[in-house]
């Protein structure tokens, strides 16, 4: 959706509300109530109770409901009861890459299993060419033996982390194009891939 006003074009794009501990499911059921194109993504945790384990469902970034909105207009969302502000830089509202809430939410409906992850700056960038997740870019980390690629938030400094096999991932070049194959010539072996 596109609101001229003196010439000039405003889009919607996503921002983080920054919301109270726990009022992350309502303030995003109140938020489409109104209107505003929301996003909550969950997913399930294993919490322990005194006697059994539960699969109890979790916000992904736990404090924090994405809306998609025109800045001039997001006063309704600010009078929600949990909301405590948008995140921003002093008064100004920061928004969130469309490709970054893109990524988690293929990320998310992938099947596979995802959880928070900690924010990484450096690292590995790499392309998923094949899986449910193909054509996603992201970081590569290894946990407990396990392949997982890292998706953030710049913004927010929050990231997810998506078990993968390891075999689905191409490295990134700095410019982020996939790596070309080298191949080195061995005088016993003939071509082989590096």
């Given at each position: 959706?596109?609101?001229?006003?003196?010439?000039?074009?405003?889009?919607?794009?996503?921002?983080?509300?920054?919301?109270?501990?726990?009022?992350?499911?309502?303030?995003?059921?109140?938020?489409?109530?109104?209107?505003?194109?929301?996003?909550?993504?969950?997913?399930?945790?294993?919490?322990?109770?005194?006697?059994?384990?539960?699969?109890?469902?979790?916000?992904?970034?736990?404090?924090?409901?994405?809306?998609?909105?025109?800045?001039?207009?997001?006063?309704?969302?600010?009078?929600?009861?949990?909301?405590?502000?948008?995140?921003?830089?002093?008064?100004?509202?920061?928004?969130?890459?469309?490709?970054?809430?893109?990524?988690?939410?293929?990320?998310?409906?992938?099947?596979?299993?995802?959880?928070?992850?900690?924010?990484?700056?450096?690292?590995?960038?790499?392309?998923?060419?094949?899986?449910?997740l193909a054509g996603m870019?992201?970081?590569?980390?290894?946990?407990?033996?396990?392949?997982?690629?890292?998706?953030?938030?710049?913004?927010?400094?929050?990231?997810?982390?998506?078990?993968?096999?390891?075999?689905?991932?191409?490295?990134?070049?700095?410019?982020?194009?996939?790596?070309?194959?080298?191949?080195?010539?061995?005088?016993?072996?003939?071509?082989?891939?590096?």
């Open positions: 959706m596109s609101i001229e006003k003196t010439g000039e074009s405003i889009s919607e794009q996503w921002y983080a509300l920054h919301v109270q501990s726990r009022h992350e499911r309502v303030v995003s059921t109140i938020a489409r109530g109104k209107g505003y194109e929301e996003y909550l993504p969950v997913y399930q945790s294993r919490r322990r109770w005194s006697d059994r384990f539960k699969s109890v469902e979790c916000a992904l970034f736990p404090g924090y409901v994405f809306c998609r909105l025109d800045p001039r207009y997001r006063l309704p969302l600010l009078t929600i009861p949990g909301v405590l502000r948008f995140v921003g830089v002093g008064n100004v509202l920061a928004p969130i890459d469309d490709e970054e809430i893109s990524a988690i939410r293929t990320a998310m409906s992938s099947g596979l299993s995802a959880e928070p992850w900690p924010f990484l700056e450096a690292g590995q960038r790499v392309r998923l060419q094949e899986g449910p870019e992201g970081l590569l980390v290894e946990v407990r033996k396990r392949y997982r690629v890292v998706v953030s938030v710049t913004l927010l400094q929050r990231s997810v982390a998506v078990e993968i096999e390891r075999e689905w991932v191409a490295p990134l070049s700095a410019s982020g194009r996939p790596m070309p194959v080298q191949v080195m010539r061995s005088p016993a072996a003939g071509l082989q891939q590096i």
